[in-house]
C-alpha cells in the first residue's frame, strides 16, 4: 500500500511498541483528537504519543486506504495491551505542505 510521507513515517513510528514519537510528520500547529481528548501544538502530541505507547505498547499496522476530499482515511489493526485488542481503527488524516496538520483516530 502507498501512503504518502508524511503518513507512511507516522506508521513506521506507530508499527513499533517502543517506537520514538514521528514528530516530523506533523505540523507544528498539528491537532490529534483520540479517545475523546484533543492535542494541540508539537509538545502536546509527543506527550500523548509517548504516555499512549507506554500505557498500551501498541502497535499500529495499515491495512487500507481511501481518499475522502482531504481526509486520507487509513484503517489499521492494532494490537497491544488494552481491552479488545486487536482492534481496527480509522485514522483520518490531514496533510497539508508535507505534514499532518490533523489526525482523528477511531473505531
Avoid: C
Avoid at 482492534?87 to 505534514?99: E, I, P, W
Wanted: zero cysteines; glycine letters at 8%.
Amino acid at each position: 500500500m502507498k501512503l504518502p510521507s508524511p503518513i507512511k513515517t507516522y506508521f513506521d513510528a506507530d508499527g513499533k511498541a517502543d517506537g520514538a514519537a514521528p514528530m516530523s510528520a506533523f505540523a507544528m500547529d498539528a491537532v490529534v483528537e483520540d479517545e475523546g481528548k484533543t492535542y494541540r501544538g508539537s509538545d502536546a502530541i509527543e506527550t500523548w504519543w509517548r504516555a499512549a505507547k507506554a500505557k498500551t505498547e501498541h502497535t499500529a499496522e495499515p491495512f487500507a486506504i481511501a481518499q475522502k476530499g482531504d481526509v486520507t482515511e487509513v484503517q489499521a489493526k492494532v494490537a497491544g495491551n488494552f481491552p479488545g485488542s486487536p482492534a481496527n481503527l480509522t485514522f483520518a488524516f490531514r496533510v497539508a505542505d508535507g505534514a499532518i496538520t490533523r489526525l482523528r483516530i477511531g473505531a
